[in-house]
């Protein structure tokens, strides 16, 4: 990446080494902010908490009929997670092609990151039946998040140079577990302390979705201060969302090396959310797991993956990102195979599980994320990070439509997550197929010396 790339619209004499840190400082903090979103909402509470407000509100089948059609109380959350990548598809490429286009980031930022923590916020009022509002709130927080990654995601190549960038983005994600792992400690006394509180199991719950969104839109603020505005490169109009999409597809055809490497990167992260987003499900519905172990299990998760994306960053360093990546695929395949056979009521088993988990999550997402940021064309970062996040952040439709279908058909949430497991083969072997350094060059970009 070019020196014009890493300039910053800070005053002349101003340190750029000084200005590049204080910038990368000020990135981390969204991944602070909104991680908890991620970790609080998508991964403990709402899963189990919206499946049995769609439940209290199902016929004597156990089915829900939102718009008039028959859904299967149980599959009503992953059919709303898999809704929600619908509505970031139409919006995400048109607000990443107006980014590159107008070079103004940071206020697209801001209305994603608000919008999102305003519906976060708004999950304070899901009690009783109201399956719709949590359907429609979740909709509207994962779509929001979707918007604000990509653009947040975006900034990587701007603001670190590619020797920086594996460090960059694990300190990036390690800052969001932490976060996470913070805030979970405090959702875990309010939750299994709520009766000392005054407060019902609901009520506890619902104070821990809306805090998420309080946390989410205060600490945004810090990365909407520090980081900068650039001068827009790309001056090609937008165009409409799937048109959008399209151009940006048949933009990436002609650097067929990273469009592959996308494909695989699709693949294997759809399974990793998947996984993050049902896990809670599956400990709840089929392992008959209380709400405070499934809490304990993701707080371990969280405590772990700051290790896990700090460790296996410098890993990276040695042996390159996409060889690190290629054996934390290997290790969450015979983790998912383990979980399979995980024995019901058996709390110890669930957290060798989830220490299993924690230490390849952070690492495997920051390394893919540090090393698309390498594919992609200068100018071109945030329309091709629409395409990047997708499938990123619990916003990928297959995995969690796969999942939902698998149990609709067979009444099982074993089978539902055995199946995920075809996604972290295929994605091993899509990503071991794509000659990264060859790919580097054909984008346009400087090829580290170890990648």
């Not at 970790?39 to 089948?61: I, K, M, N, Q, W």
């Not at 299967?72 to 990443?96: C, E, H, N, T």
């Not at 701007?158 to 932490?178: N, T």
């Not at 772990?304 to 296996?312: F, S, Y």
């Amino acid at each position: 990446m070019g020196t014009d790339t890493l300039r910053t619209d800070a005053a002349d004499g101003a340190d750029p080494a000084a200005e590049r840190r204080r910038e990368q400082r000020g990135w981390y903090f969204y991944d602070w902010a909104c991680s908890v979103y991620s970790t609080s909402v998508l991964t403990v509470f709402l899963g189990p908490y919206l499946t049995s407000v769609a439940e209290s509100a199902a016929d004597a089948d156990g089915y829900v009929h939102p718009l008039g059609i028959p859904v299967r109380a149980g599959s009503f959350f992953a059919y709303s997670v898999s809704l929600s990548v619908i509505v970031a598809v139409l919006v995400m490429p048109l607000v990443g092609a107006a980014a590159d286009r107008s070079g103004r980031k940071k206020p697209l930022l801001a209305a994603a990151a608000y919008t999102g923590a305003a519906a976060t916020t708004g999950m304070f009022f899901l009690d009783g039946d109201r399956y719709l509002l949590g359907g429609l709130l979740l909709v509207v927080a994962n779509a929001a998040q979707s918007v604000a990654m990509m653009l947040y995601n975006s900034y990587l190549p701007q603001i670190a140079p590619p020797e920086e960038r594996d460090a960059v983005s694990s300190r990036g994600w390690a800052f969001g577990y932490a976060a996470g792992s913070l805030v979970l400690i405090v959702n875990l006394v309010l939750y299994t302390g709520h009766d000392s509180f005054g407060l019902s199991e609901s009520a506890a719950v619902r104070i821990c979705l809306a805090s998420a969104g309080l946390w989410w839109g205060a600490f945004a603020l810090i990365p909407l201060r520090r980081l900068r505005d650039r001068h827009a490169v790309a001056r090609e109009a937008a165009l409409p969302g799937f048109r959008q999409l399209a151009a940006t597809v048949r933009d990436m055809r002609r650097r067929p090396l990273t469009l592959a490497f996308l494909l695989a990167y699709l693949v294997y992260n759809d399974g990793i959310q998947t996984v993050i987003s049902q896990a809670s499900v599956y400990g709840s519905e089929e392992l008959d797991l209380g709400q405070s172990t499934l809490i304990v299990a993701v707080l371990l998760v969280q405590v772990l993956a700051v290790a896990g994306a700090l460790g296996l960053g410098r890993l990276a360093r040695r042996y390159g990102a996409k060889r690190t990546i290629l054996g934390s695929l290997v290790a969450w395949t015979v983790t998912l195979a383990a979980g399979y056979f995980l024995p019901a009521g058996a709390p110890g088993w669930f957290f060798v599980l989830a220490a299993g988990i924690g230490l390849v999550l952070g690492g495997s997402q920051a390394l893919s994320r540090s090393l698309f940021s390498h594919l992609v064309p200068p100018g071109k970062e945030a329309e091709y990070f629409s395409a990047y996040e997708l499938s990123d952040r619990g916003m990928s439709w297959l995995g969690p439509l796969l999942f939902g279908l698998t149990y609709q058909l067979t009444g099982s949430y074993r089978d539902a997550i055995i199946s995920l497991v075809a996604f972290f083969v295929i994605g091993f072997v899509l990503l071991a197929r794509v000659p990264v350094r060859r790919a580097i060059g054909d984008a346009g970009n400087p090829v580290p010396e170890r990648i």
